[in-house]
């Protein structure tokens, strides 16, 4: 009975102290602890960095300019004067061509859906597939003339089908530049012709920027990869003019193109080993040099430099004060970053996860991060993240815990 009425006093102590502090048992208000430990993998992360490790050797090319990147993260392997603003010839599709894709993904548009050619259309010279006033194709089948053949005409009848008239058309591919951050671009046509024009150009960044965001698109590699197909029933053949896709391994786009003014130009990527690269050219002096040079740029990047990923992964979990649960599971985010490829297996992951988390704890909130690291250097980090909620206790529900513990002595 003496130890009952002690279990008694003890709880009405427990719960003076609790109201005197405010009930700091939910009063944490984000202020949670943290704790740090190092290992090789066991809880998840997000985003990329750059990481070059020893210094990259002397590398240029005949070209006016050129630009190496890896696809997804946008890291630069190589750079030769890549801001410069140059005519890029029939390289314009690339925004023509996503701007066709992102009202198609959108719903917009339905790829069996005739597209009918105008007579302006059918007009345009240069590369084209010779269509005439009023002949009809499938959106599909244009997109194959534009993206394969390098078709002019096809080019414009898509765009007067997307905007109604290719002067609109041109006005949101200059709204798209400002919006990808391509500071050194300006459309006048969506074909590249330059015979007119007077204020058409575009740098090697900025392709290699307008290449990514195409890319995100998988049916255009399904196109571009293409070396052959046709229209018309079988009656026209179609030949990519990126001979890239015949005879480099893993290539399987994207544009290339050619004038007078512009020399031969290409944005041609390639995917090994799970890494994409973009290897763009602009100015080269014959088509075979421009070929070349984005082989040699493609090798440099496949032959040097690696993927490396850690993937999204659940596991591990954190404590949670004045929660219905007392603990809350974890999730990593995934990783991903560009490394040397003799430094790819040095990685090393540091985890810095919060000691205790205060509720009420939202799925997707941050817990912690995940660093990754080669020696001294950083590659970059993701989140560690609540894989759950934990909603915040009572005070009903901790005044009846308290109560069981108090008369249970445990």
């Given at each position: 009975m003496?130890?009952q009425?002690?279990?008694?006093?003890s709880?009405f102590?427990m719960l003076?102290?609790?109201?005197?502090t405010?009930?700091?048992?939910?009063a944490?208000?984000?202020q949670?602890?943290?704790?740090?430990?190092?290992?090789?993998e066991?809880?998840?992360t997000?985003?990329s960095?750059?990481y070059?490790?020893?210094?990259?050797p002397?590398?240029t090319?005949?070209a006016?300019?050129a630009y190496?990147c890896e696809a997804?993260?946008?890291r630069?392997?190589?750079?030769q004067n890549?801001?410069?603003?140059l005519?890029?010839?029939?390289?314009?599709?690339?925004?023509t061509?996503?701007?066709v894709?992102?009202?198609i993904?959108a719903?917009?548009?339905?790829l069996d859906?005739?597209?009918s050619?105008?007579?302006?259309?059918?007009?345009m010279?240069?590369?084209?597939?010779f269509?005439?006033?009023?002949?009809e194709?499938?959106?599909?089948e244009?997109l194959?003339?534009?993206v394969?053949a390098?078709?002019n005409d096809?080019?414009?009848?898509?765009a007067?089908?997307?905007?109604?008239s290719?002067?609109?058309?041109v006005?949101?591919?200059?709204?798209?530049?400002?919006e990808?951050?391509?500071?050194?671009t300006n459309?006048?046509?969506v074909?590249?012709l330059d015979d007119?024009?007077?204020?058409?150009?575009?740098?090697?960044?900025?392709?290699?920027?307008?290449?990514?965001?195409?890319l995100?698109?998988?049916k255009?590699?399904?196109?571009s990869?293409?070396?052959q197909?046709?229209?018309?029933?079988g009656q026209?053949?179609?030949?990519?003019?990126?001979?890239?896709v015949r005879?480099y391994?893993g290539?399987?786009?994207?544009?290339t193109?050619?004038?007078?003014?512009?020399?031969?130009?290409?944005?041609?990527?390639a995917?090994?080993?799970?890494?994409?690269?973009i290897?763009?050219?602009m100015?080269a002096?014959t088509?075979d040099e421009?070929?070349?040079?984005?082989?040699?740029?493609?090798?440099?990047?496949?032959?040097g430099?690696?993927?490396?990923?850690?993937?999204?992964?659940?596991?591990?979990?954190v404590?949670?004060r004045?929660?219905?649960?007392?603990s809350?599971?974890?999730v990593?985010?995934?990783f991903?970053?560009i490394?040397p490829?003799?430094?790819?297996g040095?990685?090393?992951?540091?985890?810095?996860v919060?000691?205790?988390?205060?509720?009420p704890v939202h799925k997707g909130?941050?817990?912690g991060?995940?660093?990754?690291?080669?020696?001294?250097?950083?590659?970059g980090?993701?989140?560690?993240?609540?894989a759950e909620?934990?909603?915040?206790?009572?005070?009903s529900?901790?005044?009846?815990r308290?109560l069981?513990r108090?008369?249970s002595g445990?």
């Amino acid at each position: 009975m003496k130890k009952q009425f002690l279990r008694i006093i003890s709880f009405f102590v427990m719960l003076i102290m609790c109201l005197g502090t405010g009930l700091s048992v939910f009063a944490e208000n984000g202020q949670n602890g943290v704790a740090e430990y190092s290992g090789t993998e066991s809880i998840p992360t997000s985003g990329s960095e750059d990481y070059t490790g020893a210094d990259t050797p002397e590398f240029t090319v005949s070209a006016k300019a050129a630009y190496l990147c890896e696809a997804t993260s946008g890291r630069v392997i190589f750079s030769q004067n890549e801001d410069e603003q140059l005519i890029p010839a029939s390289v314009t599709k690339v925004m023509t061509l996503l701007l066709v894709m992102e009202a198609i993904e959108a719903g917009n548009l339905s790829l069996d859906t005739k597209v009918s050619v105008s007579a302006y259309a059918a007009s345009m010279g240069g590369s084209q597939v010779f269509l005439k006033e009023g002949e009809e194709l499938t959106l599909e089948e244009m997109l194959k003339c534009a993206v394969i053949a390098s078709a002019n005409d096809a080019s414009v009848a898509l765009a007067e089908f997307v905007a109604g008239s290719e002067s609109v058309f041109v006005a949101r591919m200059n709204e798209r530049a400002k919006e990808l951050g391509m500071e050194n671009t300006n459309f006048e046509n969506v074909t590249g012709l330059d015979d007119t024009t007077e204020n058409h150009y575009t740098s090697a960044e900025d392709i290699a920027i307008m290449s990514r965001e195409l890319l995100k698109h998988k049916k255009i590699t399904e196109y571009s990869s293409l070396w052959q197909d046709s229209i018309r029933d079988g009656q026209f053949v179609l030949t990519n003019t990126n001979r890239l896709v015949r005879f480099y391994s893993g290539c399987d786009g994207l544009k290339t193109g050619s004038t007078a003014k512009a020399g031969y130009c290409v944005s041609a990527t390639a995917e090994r080993d799970g890494m994409r690269l973009i290897a763009v050219v602009m100015g080269a002096d014959t088509r075979d040099e421009r070929n070349k040079i984005a082989r040699e740029l493609l090798d440099y990047g496949f032959s040097g430099y690696a993927l490396y990923t850690s993937p999204e992964s659940s596991g591990g979990s954190v404590a949670v004060r004045g929660g219905i649960k007392d603990s809350c599971l974890l999730v990593k985010n995934g990783f991903s970053a560009i490394v040397p490829r003799a430094d790819k297996g040095k990685v090393e992951v540091k985890y810095t996860v919060e000691e205790y988390a205060a509720s009420p704890v939202h799925k997707g909130d941050k817990l912690g991060k995940a660093e990754y690291f080669i020696g001294d250097t950083k590659l970059g980090e993701s989140d560690i993240v609540a894989a759950e909620d934990v909603l915040r206790m009572e005070f009903s529900e901790m005044w009846l815990r308290m109560l069981r513990r108090v008369i249970s002595g445990k």
